[in-house]
């Protein structure tokens, strides 16, 4: 029988845990040879499985099975793509697979703790994104030193490929906050909410800094009318989409609007002449992640639609469309926090290792699920 002791200690062990796997998901220091967040989060990640109760949620359960699923579609995937060249990568496939570990984790963990503790977590994890983003653009300024002739200059990173990656994360946390907000739940307060506003416009990226006025403008939208809403939402974005490509391959270029812009419409087009290269078995199984350089001349994908039909492939594609609708029927229309600025942003800006977005996904579920009152509210 476990003595008021031990359970005090399991109760602060649980919780530690609960923040180190959302902490996991935006620590980084990608300048070292190797990243000590892999690290540091797989550990994390077999310290988790410790506090297995002999209980595992709906929403956890597919989270493993799209887990296990994932790594037979990528095994096939990279084993094929390796007939075609010996430079496959897999780094960025076991990322992927560490990603939703991280997503299944936090449910398990976080049905374990009470509300409270949840709050007092969140409100941990945004003084620590906020000092750690701070770092991150002082650091893009001592490397830009005082001799930058444009933007593309503050965008080198320390911590990150570069600062189109630490966007997406304040992207994603700004949007948790605005529906941790929205549901009563925690408000981060003004001066908060306004310091990650100042930290997504000086990330410089356009396509996140889009994606959250459209993903706020979205989420203030009608509440009752809210999964119409987003399907036509998607019915237009897709339409848009395709028009814009089709405009593109006749002659059409966006290099007066964008230079950097009107690249990811060269790489769709590169990546639409190149697309009968590639064998049958990889179009269904795809390529594994990191691998589109390959048909680009070393050029990264960048774009969501070019990831998932070359680097997913069909079925992966599928895999990944189901998840996020098991996903959105277990946590409802508040889902679209976050899968509106991902589909904006993902246009011209996306990648496949986001552990920010399941974590974040599987705090949003157990809100959801588990809340049921009112605490520690302002206004933004």
């Given at each position: 029988m476990l003595t008021k002791k031990h359970m005090y200690s399991r109760g602060v062990s649980r919780s530690l845990c609960f923040f180190l796997l959302i902490f996991c998901s935006f620590?980084?220091?990608n300048s070292f040879l190797i990243n000590p967040t892999y690290i540091f989060g797989l550990l994390t990640l077999i310290f988790s499985f410790f506090f297995f109760n002999g209980k595992v949620d709906k929403l956890e359960f597919i989270f493993y099975v799209y887990f296990f699923i994932s790594i037979l579609l990528f095994f096939i995937a990279i084993y094929y793509f390796s007939i075609i060249t010996n430079d496959e990568k897999i780094l960025s496939s076991i990322l992927y697979l560490y990603c939703i570990l991280l997503g299944s984790q936090t449910i398990?963990?976080?049905m374990l703790l009470s509300r409270e503790k949840r709050v007092s977590i969140y409100r941990v994890v945004y003084s620590f994104?906020?000092?750690?983003?701070i770092l991150e653009l002082f650091f893009?300024?001592?490397f830009a030193g005082g001799h930058a002739s444009s933007f593309y200059d503050y965008k080198q990173s320390l911590f990150f490929t570069d600062?189109?990656?630490s966007s997406f994360i304040v992207l994603f946390?700004?949007?948790?906050?605005?529906?941790?907000?929205?549901k009563k739940i925690y408000n981060i307060g003004v001066a908060k909410f306004s310091i990650l506003i100042f930290l997504l416009v000086m990330t410089f990226s356009r396509a996140s800094i889009f994606a959250y006025f459209v993903g706020y403008l979205f989420v203030r939208s009608n509440i009752k009318y809210k999964t119409a809403i987003f399907f036509s939402f998607l019915i237009v974005y897709f339409y848009v989409f395709y028009r814009m490509v089709s405009n593109y391959i006749d002659g059409a270029s966006y290099r007066d609007l964008d230079g950097s812009f009107n690249s990811k419409f060269?790489?769709?087009s590169v990546a639409i002449d190149n697309y009968s290269k590639l064998p049958l078995v990889n179009k269904f199984f795809g390529i594994g992640l990191n691998n589109f350089p390959y048909y680009a001349d070393g050029r990264f994908a960048h774009n969501i639609f070019i990831t998932f039909i070359y680097e997913f492939g069909y079925l992966g594609s599928i895999g990944f469309i189901l998840f996020i609708f098991y996903s959105y029927k277990k946590i409802g229309k508040d889902y679209t926090y976050l899968l509106i600025p991902m589909l904006v942003a993902g246009f011209s800006l996306f990648s496949a290792y986001m552990p920010f977005f399941f974590v974040l996904s599987a705090c949003m579920y157990i809100e959801i699920k588990k809340n049921h009152g009112k605490t520690d509210m302002g206004a933004i």
């Open positions: 620590f980084s220091i398990a963990l976080g994104l906020i000092i750690f983003m893009r300024v001592v600062s189109n990656f946390f700004l949007m948790f906050a605005l529906f941790l907000k929205d060269y790489l769709i």
